[in-house]
């Protein structure tokens, strides 16, 4: 990604965060990168395309929170509790970033055009954690009994839920984590899921 397109991008983020994705104005966005109207139309053709771009950032920007997720050595039940947890960082992008995806899907609830990019980037994410779910049962330390798509499901949605009241300053980062931690050693226990 250039480099300017990354700072518009930047700045696309800081103004979702302030002002939430319905309140996004273009001439907002160019006043925070100090830049025109017509070079962000240049890069991202309207509102939409600036949108959806935006998303697909700090998407890409989550997927960096943790180091070392690559590592084949990194137990499975700690890569997944290390990727989960990261979500609550005191740290002024991972607070940027859960503040653009809570803007988002409240947006999506009037906006039907920002689902499809909602959809396919939830999904992603949902994939991946039910990947390593699975992962953890090929290795043995996730019982066989449980469904790793439903656990990701479940345990994204709580990362989300978790990650408004984090925002709004209802729970600790150490609170959001330990939650998560408990939540992720229920969903991987051994009996029946449901």
């Not at 939430?20 to 990168?33: C, F, M, S």
């Not at 943790?66 to 990194?74: H, L, Q, S």
């Not at 909602?118 to 990947?131: G, K, N």
């Not at 839920?161 to 925002?167: A, N």
Request: charged residues 30%; hydrophobic residues 45%; glycine residues 8%.
């Amino acid at each position: 990604m250039t480099t300017r397109r990354a700072k518009l991008l930047e700045a696309t983020c800081r103004v979702i965060a302030l002002r939430g994705v319905r309140g996004l104005r273009v001439e907002d966005v160019a006043a925070e990168a100090g830049v025109s109207k017509t070079l962000i139309y240049y890069h991202f053709r309207d509102r939409a395309g600036l949108v959806t771009s935006a998303l697909e950032y700090v998407n890409d920007r989550a997927e960096g929170y943790v180091a070392g997720a690559d590592d084949d050595e990194t137990p499975v039940r700690e890569l997944l509790l290390d990727l989960l947890s990261a979500e609550f960082q005191d740290d002024t992008a991972v607070r940027e970033n859960s503040a653009v995806w809570g803007e988002a899907r409240a947006a999506a609830t009037f906006d039907e055009g920002l689902r499809p990019t909602l959809a396919s980037l939830t999904e992603r994410w949902i994939v991946d954690i039910a990947e390593l779910i699975a992962d953890g049962q090929d290795e043995g330390s996730v019982p066989a009994s449980v469904d790793s798509r439903a656990a990701a499901v479940r345990l994204t949605s709580l990362v989300e839920g978790l990650s408004g009241r984090w925002l709004a300053g209802l729970l600790t980062t150490a609170e959001a984590r330990a939650h998560v931690a408990a939540a992720l050693e229920r969903e991987l226990a051994e009996g029946p899921q449901g």
